[in-house]
């Protein structure tokens, strides 16, 4: 059973920089990787980045191609999400997340079956 902590979020002026962490416990050598989701008030949690364990492929969401990037530490069983030259609609509560299967690019909610609790990140303007 793989377990998944955020940490990393907080209060940043747009045009900032933040990264946030997602800790992997457990058996992650069966979990295909892990997504990066948010969620803004009153809106629905929406894709945001994803990447294997294995390989390290990666798949982001276009609203944040060219700012945010995911990496992850094999090592440390730990995935990271860059997220450069942040803006106001960017302000969420950041969720990390494992697929529930192997193969493709998993970029719905509902592929994926194990959540961590979610790191508040704050953009002001």
């Known amino acids: 059973q793989v377990r998944l902590v955020e940490s990393g979020g907080g209060l940043v002026q747009a045009g900032g920089s933040l990264r946030l962490s997602c800790a992997a416990s457990?058996?992650?050598?069966?979990?295909?990787?892990v997504g990066w989701f948010r969620q803004a008030p009153g809106k629905e949690r929406e894709f945001v980045a994803f990447i294997t364990w294995s390989g390290g492929s990666t798949d982001s969401a276009d609203s944040v191609k060219g700012r945010f990037t995911i990496s992850r530490d094999i090592a440390k069983n730990t995935v990271y999400l860059q997220m450069n030259s942040l803006k106001p609609e960017d302000t969420a509560v950041y969720y990390c997340?494992?697929?529930?299967?192997?193969?493709?690019?998993?970029?719905?909610?509902?592929?994926?079956?194990?959540w961590g609790q979610g790191t508040q990140v704050t953009v002001s303007s």
């Open positions: 997340a494992a697929p529930k299967t192997y193969g493709g690019r998993p970029r719905s909610r509902r592929d994926y079956g194990l």
């Open positions: 457990g058996r992650t050598s069966s979990s295909y990787g």
